[in-house]
């Protein structure tokens, strides 16, 4: 990859990945965040620090969004709307949005003369620190062939899923397995708890089981000693995805019930203050009956 990279949204998950931009592109890199506090670490390491998104579009070849929503990435890419705005430009829009988003948000870019991935990714904080994060690619295949590379700042396991839509559909199928697993286990557990078995003998019976997935024994620890502060995922965007999917059962003509509970369960938590935390802490909607 040639010229400059633009980066905006430092959030739990941005910042890892910008320092992985940072360590392979070095001064290639401009970044930009709402919040400029956020901005200070990259400043201190010689990253320039636009002062507004229009600042950072104009300067870059290629502007990677990294923000909790499209509605948010609709905003920010709507700073810069003048003709030829993203002429030679490459936008790549990798948090986890809506199919028919990406696809709005495409017209726009490419009626501006540039060009548009959606590269949404499965892993969090650890994984994109590890260089372990996979990048699933939505776009044609020439654009996708020219910054295959490019992705490898973040990980190995780069795919190209299809058009601009298909690889948010891929996301929101594995992010609806996040919230139902955890959910399913949760519950699970509290149930186990309540009735007085051992949870130990609980895990033990499920690890050698069929029905065993690695994603619990990561979150057992948090949810026995119901603690789910510093997040790596927070519940907030577990209830942004739980709603994403259930829009899409719903155009798919799909039985929406089973992502309508969800949503109730962690808006439930929600409730209780829980929006920040992590997103087990959705056990803690599970230990109490609905009012
Ligand atoms: N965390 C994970 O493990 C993970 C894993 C895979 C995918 N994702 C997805 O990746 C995206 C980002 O996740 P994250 O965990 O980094 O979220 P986050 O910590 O909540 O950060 C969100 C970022 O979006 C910015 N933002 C939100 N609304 C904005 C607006 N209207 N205008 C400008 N900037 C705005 C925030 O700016 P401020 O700093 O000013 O608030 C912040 O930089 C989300 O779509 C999420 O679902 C996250």
Not at 22 to 29: E, F, I, V
Not at 68 to 94: F, R
Not at 106 to 129: C, D, F, M, T
């Amino acid at each position: 990859m040639e010229g400059n990279i633009g980066f905006i949204g430092l959030g739990l998950l941005g910042t890892p990945m910008a320092w992985q931009l940072h360590n392979r592109y070095g001064k290639r890199l401009s970044v930009w965040n709402r919040t400029r506090e956020k901005c200070a670490p990259f400043e201190t390491a010689g990253v320039r620090v636009c002062t507004s998104p229009r600042e950072l579009i104009e300067s870059s070849d290629c502007v990677i969004l990294m923000v909790s929503d499209g509605k948010a990435a609709g905003q920010i890419l709507g700073t810069c709307e003048h003709t030829n705005a993203y002429a030679g430009k490459t936008v790549i829009v990798m948090g986890t949005h809506a199919p028919a988003e990406q696809i709005a948000l495409a017209k726009r870019v490419e009626g501006l003369a540039g060009s548009y991935l959606e590269a949404p990714v499965l892993g969090s904080i650890p994984q994109a620190k590890a260089r372990e994060l996979i990048v699933m690619v939505g776009g044609s295949e020439s654009l996708f062939n020219k910054w295959q590379d490019f992705f490898k700042t973040f990980g190995d396991f780069i795919v190209r899923v299809g058009d601009v839509g298909k690889a948010s559909s891929l996301k929101l199928a594995l992010n609806w397995l996040i919230a139902s697993l955890t959910a399913s286990f949760s519950l699970s557990l509290a149930y186990i708890e309540k009735s007085g078995v051992n949870h130990e003998l609980f895990m033990e019976i499920l690890r050698k089981s069929a029905l065993y997935a690695p994603t619990f024994d990561k979150k057992l620890e948090r949810m026995l000693k119901k603690d789910f502060d510093n997040p790596n995922f927070p519940l907030k965007h577990l209830l942004k995805d739980v709603m994403l999917v259930k829009e899409e059962v719903l155009n798919a003509s799909l039985n929406p019930l089973l992502p309508e509970s969800i949503e109730k369960i962690i808006k439930a938590g929600i409730c209780q203050g829980l929006s920040e935390n992590d997103y087990s802490a959705l056990f803690l909607a599970l230990l109490s009956t609905p009012k």
